[in-house]
Structures are given as C-alpha cells and as structure tokens.
Antibody, heavy 122, light 106 residues
Framework: QVQLQESGPGLVKPSETLSLTCTVSGGSISGYYWNWIRQPPGKGLEWIGYIYYSGSTNYNPSLKSRVTISVDTSKNQVSLKVSSVTAADTALYYC????????????????WGRGTLVTVSS | SYELTQPPSVSVSPGHTASITCSGDNLGDKNACWYQQKPGQSPVLVIYQDTKRPSGIPERFSGSNSGNTATLTISGTQAMDEADYYCQAWDSTTALFGGGTKLTVL
C-alpha cells in the first residue's frame, strides 16, 4: 500500500527558506503527479503546485515566485522549497498524489500524506 | 480570479440527508471533487469527476454538478460523517479549493 510521508524542519525563521521532503513508500513515483498542498491552522486548503515524475512543474500563480518543487526518482522523493517565508506561510503542509490524465480538469488528489506542521517564527 | 464558495456550516440529524453546495461561475463546465477531513486527519477523497466514488467510500456519498453549483449529498447521514468537507476544481491549470463546510450531525 502506497504511503506518503512529509518531513522537514518544524520551525523556520522569517525571510528564510522552508524546505520539505515527501517520501513515497510502497509504490513507484513514476506515472503520477505529486502535489504540495497547505493548510494554515484552523483554515482551509491551498494548492501550492505539482511536479510530474518526469520533472515538469506547475505552480499556483499566487506563490509561483517563491516556490520550487523538485523530484528525485532514485530516492522516490519529492521536495518543496518556499523562499522568503513570513508568518503567513505557517501551515500544515501536505504531499498528495494525482493520477496522470490528459484533461487537467479531470484530475484529483487520491492519496494524501499525514502532513507536517511548519511554523514561521523568529 | 475564479472562486469556489461553500456555506461555512451545515447541520443534519442522524439518518437524514445532508447537502453541501459549492458555487462557482459555470462550475458545471468543470469537474468537481470533494474531500472529507476529520479533526486531526488528512483530507480523504470522497467524490471525483462530479459523481464518482473512490473504492471504499460508502454509497451514501453522492455528487452532482450542473450550472453554477456542485453538490455533495450524504444520504442516511451517520455520526461518523461529521467532518469538514472541501470542494475542489481546476481553473485552467490551477487547482482551487472551496473554503470548506463543517458538517455537524446532531
């Protein structure tokens, strides 16, 4: 059974770069899109972006200037970097899988990790 | 920019039908998904491509999407269905979520 596990520092200082890793176990990273989605405490979900296993990316325009998502197929890992963080970036960060479909509007997130909480504070 | 609007809360009595709406301009022309999130847990997909249920999701969960509104319907609602529910759709190549609806079963 495929599982996703997010990991990374739980505390990041303002203006620094947040770095997280999603490790995929029990299955291959190939053939899927891998997404990062975040949820500020007590609030709703915000999609950050995705990477296809081949390396192509797509980011939320609202975050695009600060976000980088990368993939390491040899390690079955996907990484997220968010630069110049502020308190507004404090959130539970989820990794989520999305099946490969030609029609974008038909895509959906079928498997989620447990999430990792990142707090931005000095 | 495109937005998805959900009611903040919906209440339902056990055994009755709950309906949660998600509104957006011509949402019926897109595909809507629904996710259930219980306290302290990750979201779980309950409906995708407007009407389809993933394996393991009870039949009491159903979805529809027409015009400007997608609807998640839970028939014979059980106490275990109490959770936050989020709709999701794509605006071109950007994934959008609704603000979420807290379903209370009382």
């Amino acid at each position: 059974q495929v599982q996703l596990q997010e990991s990374g520092p739980g505390l990041v200082k303002p203006s620094e770069t947040l770095s997280l890793t999603c490790t995929v176990s029990g299955g291959s990273i190939s053939g899927y899109y891998w997404n990062w989605i975040r949820q500020p405490p007590g609030k709703g979900l915000e999609w950050i972006g995705y990477i296809y296993y081949s390396g192509s990316t797509n980011y939320n325009p609202s975050l695009k200037s600060r976000v980088t998502i990368s993939v390491d197929t040899s390690k079955n890992q996907v990484s997220l970097k968010v630069s110049s963080v502020t308190a507004a970036d404090t959130a539970l960060y989820y990794c989520a899988r999305m099946a490969s479909m030609t029609t974008v509007s038909r895509r959906y997130f079928d498997l989620w990790g447990r999430g990792t909480l990142v707090t931005v504070s000095s | 920019s495109y937005e998805l609007t959900q009611p903040p809360s919906v209440s339902v009595s056990p055994g009755h039908t709950a309906s949660i709406t998600c509104s957006g301009d011509n949402l019926g022309d897109k595909n809507a998904c629904w996710y259930q999130q219980k306290p302290g847990q990750s979201p779980v997909l309950v409906i995708y491509q407007d009407t389809k249920r993933p394996s393991g999701i009870p039949e009491r969960f159903s979805g529809s999407n027409s015009g400007n509104t997608a609807t998640l319907t839970i028939s014979g609602t059980q106490a275990m269905d109490e959770a936050d529910y989020y709709c999701q759709a794509w605006d071109s190549t950007t994934a959008l979520f609704g603000g979420g609806t807290k379903l209370t079963v009382l």
